[in-house]
Structure formats: C-alpha cells, structure tokens
Antibody
Framework: DVQLVESGGGLVQPGGSLRLSCAASGFAVSSTYMSWVRQAPGKGLEWVSIIYRDGSTYYADSLKGRLTMSRHSPENTVSLLINSLRREDTAVYFC??????????????WGQGTLVTVSS | QSELTQPPSVSGAPGQRVTISCTGSSSNLGAGYDVHWYQHLLGTAPKLLIHGNNNRPSGVPDRFSGSKSGTSASLAITGLQAEDEADYYCQSYDSSLGDWVFGGGTKLTVL
C-alpha cells in the first residue's frame, strides 16, 4: 500500500530554519513527481514545491529563495528545508505524490501533514 | 486570493444533490488544463475524489462526479450522506504563475 509520513515540524522562532521530511512506502519517490502543499490555519491548500523525476526542483514564487527540496532515494524520502521562517509560514505541511502528465498532474496520495509553528 | 474561485460554503439535506463550482480564467481552466477535486477533513490527509475533470479513482463512490466547461468546473454529489461533510478543493495548473493552484475551498454541511 502507498503511504506517506511527514515529520520534522515543530515550534521555531522567526528567522529560523526547519527541515521537513516525508517517508514514502509502496512506491519509489524517484519514479514520480513529489510535492509539498501547505495549509495555514483557517486557510485553504497552497502548493509549495515539487521535485521532478529527474531531480530538478521548482518552487512557488511566494516562497522562492527560502526553500530547498531534495530527494534521498536510498531512504525513499523527500525533504523540504525552509529558511528565514516567517509567522505567515505557520501551517500544516503535507507531502503528496503527483500522477498524470506534468502540468495536468494531480495528487493521488497525501500524508497526514506536519505542523510548523513560527512564533517567538 | 485564489486563482480558482469556489463558494465558501454549500449545504444540503441527506439524500439531496449538491454542486460545488470552481471558476478559473484563461490561464488555467480556460487554457484547457484539467481540474481535479479533493475532499479534506481537518487533521487528516486530503483525499483525491476526481482527476482529469471527470475521472473517479477506484474506491470513490459514483455519487461523486465532475464536469468542466470553458473556465468553469463543478463537483456534484448525489445522495448526500452525513459522512460527506468536509471541505472540498478544486486544483489545476496556471500557466501565468507556472504553479499548481487550488481553489479557496468549500465547506459542505449536511443538514
């Protein structure tokens, strides 16, 4: 069965950094697109980043410059490093598997999410 | 402000039919990009309901259906059940942003 489990969330001060991790089982993360999607309190879903099959990455404009997404094939995980955290980055961060063609991709499996709280 | 616009809330009685609209623009739905739909209960993993405008993954009841025309799409739920009470999101690709975008979400209340 396909399963995604996020970890690494927590309380961090503004300006700090945090690395989130997503452990996959039931498929190889290198075989498909993997994305991070977040949901701020009381808000909707927001796409954050993607890593392609070839390992290249792309980030939402609103977060570009502060994110690094990477893949670790032996462990079958993907991670997201967020730098210079701001209060508005407070959200539940989900990892999701992408399926279909690149632009028309949809997210067929999601993790339960990990909560990031940015506060002093 | 989402690139895809959904009503904040819809409601219906058990057994009724409800629809949730998703309105986009010429850079997303109107450009021919597919729309996909998700069901989300707070504290859980979002669930894919419809992909490629009108395709149901295995395990999703046929009470759920999707359609798309031009810059608009809709999700229809027939035979409403209490367990359908959740937030629903549409998603597509926006060529102006170069990003995947979600609607603002619609809260479905089963009366």
């Amino acid at each position: 069965d396909v399963q995604l489990v996020e970890s690494g969330g927590g309380l961090v001060q503004p300006g700090g950094s945090l690395r989130l991790s997503c452990a996959a089982s039931g498929f190889a993360v290198s075989s498909t697109y993997m994305s991070w999607v977040r949901q701020a309190p009381g808000k909707g879903l927001e796409w954050v980043s993607i890593i392609y099959r070839d390992g290249s990455t792309y980030y939402a404009d609103s977060l570009k410059g502060r994110l690094t997404m990477s893949r670790h094939s032996p462990e079958n995980t993907v991670s997201l490093l967020i730098n210079s955290l701001r209060r508005e980055d407070t959200a539940v961060y989900f990892c999701a598997r992408g399926q279909g063609t690149f632009e028309d991709q949809y997210f067929d499996y999601w993790g339960q999410g990990t909560l990031v709280t940015v506060s002093s | 402000q989402s690139e895809l616009t959904q009503p904040p809330s819809v409601s219906g009685a058990p057994g009724q039919r409800v629809t949730i609209s998703c309105t986009g623009s010429s850079s997303n739905l109107g450009a021919g990009y597919d729309v996909h739909w998700y069901q989300h209960l707070l504290g859980t993993a979002p669930k894919l309901l419809i992909h490629g405008n009108n395709n149901r993954p295995s395990g999703v009841p046929d009470r759920f259906s999707g359609s798309k025309s031009g810059t608009s799409a809709s999700l229809a739920i027939t035979g409403l059940q209490a367990e359908d009470e959740a937030d629903y999101y549409c998603q597509s690709y926006d060529s102006s942003l170069g990003d995947w975008v979600f609607g603002g979400g619609t809260k479905l209340t089963v009366l």
